[in-house]
């Protein structure tokens, strides 16, 4: 297929609406009546075959009938007729094609939508929807979408996959004096996407910030790599509904069970640069503030108050929403004593009092402005009598004039009665930061900083580490053809060689005399674990006992072993039980990579031991990964101070986490195969001492056949 170019979209040199209607109650007639009013100088083709006029422009009956090339043509008629309509599209050479029309894959119908898809494709059409309520772009004055006429233009693109969420966007973004440069339904997305539109927004200068809300991801790793790209030139804020869990798989993998899809989500969305909001009010508002203020240099924040109370507030969310407040107690006397009255406070937040004017209001702003070690300001006010609504406008004013100018941010949070309303409503008309609610600006800042630190992390890429590929693959091989999914002890074992990693010494003994020459030949203490297809989970039926000290222990312990599994899982083929080193205590932690049905290869890392279910404090990543994607993986866990070493403990060997990472993420990249690979635990020493495996465990498909059940 020849893709024509995106731009053609979001700027067409022509337009044709097919089920154009003179009825204004028509969906047809709104998108033409939008077209027109929102000012598009391009050609318009209204298309019907009744034929006749509307809004003073002539109806086609057919897009063959047009001599001129068409850029896009919007399908607004029942689903039924739809098919009809993309064979006159085809026909008449058109680039682009919106499908308002539902009734398709939402509803069931799969084949269908499918078969327009791939006819489209096969014309050189790239299909936007179906099930869309259109699009908007700012660039060449288009709105031809069903929802509201007056579109304010600005520098924040919408991509949303739900309709009736994005027109009520629309309603809000006037409502709250956002301007827009693109607004653009995905519905369906039988054709182009969200990586799609991407690519267009990030090269078009008139869009500051991208907001995209996603309800499915289907070609995960494609968006991925999408938004990595984007968030290199411009902050891309998501809102993701919808929480699941992954498939049966789960049931047989920790990995699997605790990467639910919206863990694996909020992590990849870190992970690529992606500013995750919560909900649609706070997605608005990061996008309102980022598209019209500086980007902070530094992290250094004051606050500047003439109310106690409120400042403790600005305090407690500056901590909630990661924003660092400046420190230095002795610099902020100097500069501040002069205008807190005396007894004030300059201990950050700067209390001006209640006494504070107009002018000591912007005395203190200035002073912040010029200093070198203040990155960003909020400025608090409770309504007093000590200001008009006049000067406290002029303030503001004044005050944010010149931080814009200077490229410092400066947010103001405004708390009083129907004049201070009266202001924030003017203020905000002339796009100033100023809110209601302290937690408000206070996030805004936050988000500001967050977008700061990811742009400035310099992305490294992934290499290899030396594992033996093919050896893993005959180990594969061999236990597919058993039809077996999942590796046992000693094929768990060989696959460790084969990635090089450290492992206790070990073997499998098929009866009780061979258990007792195993330990002793291994050496004790030991420990002993069963072996069968049946059961995956050794320690929850009984199949696994430490600290055997002598022949005796193995001896009671292999019959325990026994009568334990046999007592839970009657019909359990037992191979036999696996004799092990018992390794020395260290931190346990858990390390599992596997292959995710949307995102692709997935790492995880974790607390570990027989409590990672309970605990669940574990990160995850998407391949690829850079040295600085692991280690950040590593540092977001809760334990993560237990590495770092607490009570007198020594600093834990991180680099070798590191290196067992690598390992693993070779081996999910390079073995389709293996869908779940997981070592748990893994021992982890002091510094400079390293790691060793305890129990690994791989759960398979058979690709060719597209199995994946565990």
Known sequence: MTKPDIKYLFEPRSIAVIGASANPSKIGHIIVKNIIEAGYKGKIYPVNPKGGEILGIDIVSSLTDIADEIDVATIAIPARFTAAAVKMCAEAGVKHLPIISSGFSEIGNLEEERWLTQFARANDIRVLGPNIFGHYSAKVSLNATFGPRDIQKGGVAIITQSGALGIAMIGKTAVQNIGLSAIISVGNKSDIDEADLLE???QQEETKIILIYIEGIQQGERFIGALSAATKVKPVVVIKSGRSK???????????????????????????GVLRAESVDEALEWCN???????????????????GGVGVMATDACEKYNVKLYEDSQRLKDKFEAVTHGFGSTKNPIDLTGEASAEEYIHALDVALKDKFIDGVLALYCETAMMTAEQLIRMIEESYTKYKAAGKPVLFALFGGEKTERCITALTKSNIPVYRDVYNATSCLGIAYAYNMMRQMKKQEMVDSEVDISAIDKIIDSALADNRQFLLADEGEALLQAAGLSGPESGIARNIESAVDLAEKIGYPVVM????????????????????????????????????CK???????????????????????????MNDKTFGPIM??????????????????????????????????????????VR?????????????????????????????VEINPLMVYEEGQGVKTVDVRVLLSNAEKGENDA
């Not at 203020?293 to 004051?302: M, V, Y």
């Not at 899982?569 to 599992?592: D, F, S």
Request: overall charge negative; proline content about 4%.
């Open 529 to 564: 674990k069963v072996v069968s297809r049946d059961i995956l989970h050794k320690s929850d039926v009984g199949g696994v006992l430490l600290n055997l000290d002598d022949k005796e222990e193995v001896l009671d312990a292999f019959q325990a072993i026994m009568h334990n």
């Open 246 to 272: 992954r498939g049966a798989i789960a049931a047989a993998s920790h990995t699997g069970s605790l990467a639910g899809s919206d863990s694996i989500f909020d992590a990849i969305m870190r992970q690529c």
């Open 604 to 645: 995880m890392f974790g607390l570990g031991g027989i409590y990672v279910e309970v605990m669940k404090d574990v990160s995850f990543r998407a391949l690829p990964l850079s040295r600085q994607d692991v280690r950040l993986m590593i540092k977001e866990i809760r334990s993560y101070p237990l590495l770092l070493g």
């Open 200 to 202: 267009y927004l990030v």
């Open 648 to 676: 007198g403990e020594v600093r834990k060997d991180i680099d070798a986490i590191v290196e067992i990472i690598f390992k693993l993420g070779t081996i999910i990249k390079n073995c389709p195969r293996i869908t779940d």
């Open 567 to 593: 007592a839970h899982k009657p019909n359990a083929n037992i191979e036999g039980v696996e004799i092990v080193e018992q390794v020395k205590p260290g931190m346990e932690v858990i390390i599992g990579a």
């Open 289 to 307: 503030y980022l598209s019209n203020a500086p980007i902070p240099k530094g992290e250094n924040t004051i606050i500047v108050t003439n109310g």
